[in-house]
């Protein structure tokens, strides 16, 4: 059975918008180990529609690395309400009524991860709906200061840490699970 995935470059303020800005300082052989080893796992790519429109215009053109082999080739799901087709190779439309459900066969037809990267919107709603299995965040020691943070406006989650990692760069990696059994005031 597999698991649902998502993965954020993250800020100690917590942003996780326009990573492009504040990242790639930070990106060593370390961090790209780790990277490839979440991609290792993956047999399909979680996507919200705006995440998917960014990607669906720039790799298929840009699929000349390794990377850009491994996502223009692999399965990917989108969750849109507003996107009428997807038609990147590979990709499969789930429509916000549906996703619920969907998600829910996938995960147990799959023998890997279906990995979710960079939608804040999206974890929120996995999250909520109790679908989301690891949240996996890369913390950079910067403080971005604007932008969009994974949490905001949010109940509250509880959750476990279940793997971390401190890199050389001061990037911490840290593996979260949801926690069945938060602790209680007392």
Not at 42 to 52: C, E, H, S, V
Not at 56 to 83: A, C, R, T
Not at 85 to 99: F, K, V
């Amino acid at each position: 059975m597999g698991k649902i995935v998502s993965n954020f470059f993250i800020s100690l303020d917590g942003v996780v918008e326009a990573p492009d800005q504040w990242h790639f300082p930070y990106f060593d052989d370390e961090m790209g180990a780790v990277v490839g080893q979440g991609f290792a796992t993956t047999d399909a790519m979680l996507m919200g529609r705006q995440l998917y429109s960014e990607w669906s215009e720039y790799w298929p053109e840009h699929g000349d690395d390794d990377f850009g082999q491994i996502i223009n080739n692999m399965p990917k799901y989108v969750l849109s309400d507003s996107l009428q087709d997807a038609t990147w190779t590979n990709s499969t439309l789930i429509p916000g009524s549906e996703a619920a459900d969907r998600l829910k066969e996938l995960k147990s037809e799959l023998k890997g991860d279906l990995t979710l990267s960079g939608c804040a919107t999206t974890v929120r709603w996995l999250l909520a709906e109790g679908l989301l299995d690891e949240l996996r965040l890369l913390v950079h020691p910067v403080a971005v200061g604007h932008g969009q943070r994974l949490f905001e406006d949010t109940p509250t989650h509880s959750l476990k840490l279940v793997d971390s990692q401190a890199f050389k760069s001061g990037v911490l990696n840290l593996t979260y699970a949801p926690d069945p059994n938060p602790p209680t005031a007392g």
